[in-house]
């Protein structure tokens, strides 16, 4: 498995990995994150100009899963309710995480391919959020070892769980 930046040639490999992800999410009791076909094509092409959608590819070159990861502050993420940051440092956010399902470990390459990058920007944090019904995320954002941190907003008001992990 690779991670690589993704490309306009990756935006049909990139709407079948989030409609999958779409699928998987609502068969396990998240139906709304991402129910209304979000991210959408324009959202996907928009995150891939910018430089900030990355794919995970097998051996073959084949995109099996999609994140995107920003090195910018989130200004979704200056609010923070019932709780608080760990600190108020810099970090990298990890958004969008999609999977096919073909390949296992795809969060724990995510995690060590963030810390890489955070290393190389000399940042010490990641942060990371989800739905509240998105049981499968939490699990698997606790088991990479961040702490839960308190409740952000998205911009259009949408509450998220908000995490962080110190390097």
């Known amino acids: 498995m690779q991670i690589r930046t993704a490309t306009a040639a990756d ?5 079948r990995i989030y409609a999958a992800a779409r699928r998987f999410m609502a068969e396990n ?3 709304t994150q991402w129910g209304d076909g979000r991210p959408t094509a324009a959202e996907i092409a928009e995150t891939v100009e910018a430089g900030a959608c990355l794919v995970g590819v097998d051996d073959a070159g084949t995109p ?25 440092e810099p970090y990298l956010t990890i958004h969008r ?42 699990h698997l954002i606790a088991k990479a070892g961040f702490a839960y941190c308190g ?17």
């Open 97 to 138: 995480v999609a999977s096919d399902g073909c390949l296992h470990g795809v969060f724990a390459a995510i995690v060590a391919f963030a810390r890489e990058r955070a290393a190389a920007a000399d940042v010490a944090n990641v942060r990371v959020d989800t739905h509240e019904d998105n049981k499968p995320m939490q």
């Open 64 to 88: 099996h899963f999609a994140f995107s990861l920003y090195t910018e502050a989130d200004p979704t993420y200056q609010q923070i309710y019932n709780g608080a940051w760990l600190n108020d």
């Open 11 to 15: 935006l049909d490999d990139l709407a």
């Open 151 to 167: 409740v952000i907003h998205l911009a259009d008001g949408d509450p998220r769980l908000a995490y962080q992990l110190i390097l």
């Open 29 to 31: 009791g998240n139906p």
